[in-house]
């Protein structure tokens, strides 16, 4: 019956009605992962099945009921190494789970591996994991899309019911689009960022990778909620993100930025034309809108990420976490360990922001990057005034080419236009399959205000029905 290709939900349904076990989940999933995984790549490491079998066993009464989830390489996991896709933490075992994943545990899920992904999750391909690149289960010959391309492309190939992501600028969201699955960014503060290798502590946030709508919804209530560990995270009455799924979306503003859309062409246009047709269906309006301040997004992305990035990055000294590269001198022990341990995306972003951080230069860099992330939040701010959502593509194109922009790092940047804005205004994100383009999956971005996500998986379900039918 091929259970694996089944969203969460629905075997919950059937193994709560014993029309199924959750073994034959486990072993559906095992026989694709036996198939596929030899060219998908999609695992850092994976759990025995045996393992699984028996702890579905032992969690069967848990409303989870011992299912498996994939969890992204910068997640902490006490069973399994988390490396980050780095040399450097290449046999890094920690020592505790991170919340999200104890908090999954602790609902009767299982982990069933650890997903492949930039290193360190810098990247919007996967080809910088200092392993080996997953590919696009559509398109072999294509990048998953990154950072968390192993967690998306583990869900679009079923060698995994759901994974967790995390999303910086994008890593959930366009590797979401681009292998034809969804993924939501919640706000920043939803989720407990505890356990959660850093990137750029301003912008970083846990989020659901899953095959439908609803199976967001579902794990973000397992997930969702403050959490001692993380001062961040927020103090707020957790809803039911599934309560409002199926209801309709009659009157909803809906509104599209000029700044978005005015470069599409061909069948990118036509996929958001295809959008507004489908809402207009719904009963939506679409309105015309301004966020004057996009084109300045990027730049003050990679300058404030890199240089949250260069600071955060200092722990990895050769002193903890992991291997030493020299014993000669400390100054010699960090620089060699540094040297080895680090690929060049993450050294190029450590240089970035230690030149922007300097003194002399921070003012002018990284100063001015936050002078233009507040002008960004005032965007959006001024835009929730007249709409309850903002709809884009997710990434400017669909999945491009293994090899194709890795000499080219600003083409690579470029990528993340359209979700990079709503990282820096904090505000949660959902990219759900809005058709095709060439023949590729191509992402759907709405974006709502802040803890917004009710409504908003409510507006991303219906067009999710919309568009299926
Ligand atoms: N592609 C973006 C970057 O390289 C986003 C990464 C992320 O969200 N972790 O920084």
Not at 31 to 38: D, F, L, P, S, W
Request: some cysteine; aromatic content about 8%.
């Amino acid at each position: 019956m091929h259970l694996n290709t089944k969203p969460l939900h629905e075997l919950l349904d059937l193994i709560n009605k014993r029309e199924i076990h959750p073994r034959e989940v486990i072993a559906d999933l095992y026989r694709a992962i036996a198939e596929r995984e030899n060219y998908i790549r999609a695992y850092i490491s994976l759990a025995p099945q045996e393992r699984l079998l028996e702890e579905a066993e032992r969690l069967r009464d848990k409303p989870l009921r011992g299912l498996p989830i994939a969890v992204k390489d910068n997640i902490s996991t006490r069973e399994f190494k988390t490396t980050c896709a780095s040399r450097f933490l290449e046999s890094f075992q920690p020592v505790f789970d991170a919340t999200v994943v104890h908090r999954l545990k602790a609902a009767g899920a299982t982990i069933l591996g650890k997903t492949n992904l930039d290193e360190f999750a810098m990247g919007s391909s996967g080809e910088n994991s200092a392993f080996f690149p997953t590919r696009n289960p559509h398109d072999l010959e294509r990048v998953p899309g990154g950072s968390s391309g192993g967690s998306a492309a583990a869900v679009a190939a079923h060698e995994a019911i759901c994974a967790l992501g995390s999303d910086t600028g994008g890593s959930i969201r366009q590797p979401a689009a681009f292998c034809g699955i969804v993924g939501l960014k919640p706000t920043y503060g939803l989720i407990s960022r505890y356990g959660l290798v850093a990137f750029a502590s301003s912008l970083d946030q846990i989020g659901p990778m899953t095959k439908d709508v609803r199976d967001c919804a579902l794990l973000l209530n397992y997930i969702a909620g403050r959490d001692p560990h993380d001062s961040t995270s927020v103090e707020r009455p957790c809803a039911d993100y599934t309560q409002e799924l199926g209801q309709e979306i009659k009157g909803f503003r809906v509104g599209l930025p000029k700044e978005y859309v005015a470069d599409l062409s061909g069948p990118a246009k036509a996929c958001v034309e295809s959008w507004e047709k489908h809402l207009r269906a719904l009963g939506a309006e679409i309105v015309e809108l301004s966020l004057p301040h996009t084109k300045y997004a990027i730049p003050a992305y990679y300058l404030i990420s890199s240089s949250e990035a260069s600071a955060n990055l200092a722990r990895f000294d050769g002193v903890r976490y992991t291997k030493r590269a020299s014993n000669d001198s400390v100054e010699a022990m960090f620089s060699e360990s540094r040297d080895k341990g680090f690929g060049p995306e993450v050294k190029r972003r450590i240089m970035i922001g230690t030149y922007a951080l300097s003194a002399g230069y921070y003012e002018a860099w990284y100063g001015k990057a936050q002078r233009v992330r507040a002008l960004i939040r005032e965007d959006f701010a001024s835009a929730f005034k007249r709409v309850d959502m903002i709809l884009s593509p997710t990434s400017p194109t669909p999945a491009f080419k293994l090899g194709e922009r890795v000499s080219d790092p600003l083409a690579m940047y470029l990528s993340d236009i359209f979700t990079v804005p709503a990282s820096l205004a904090g505000l949660p994100a959902i990219s759900i399959p809005g058709g095709t383009v060439d023949g590729l999956p191509f992402g759907l971005q709405l974006i709502a205000d802040q803890f917004q996500e009710a409504r908003l998986l409510r507006a991303a379900y219906a067009l999710e029905q919309e568009i299926k039918s």
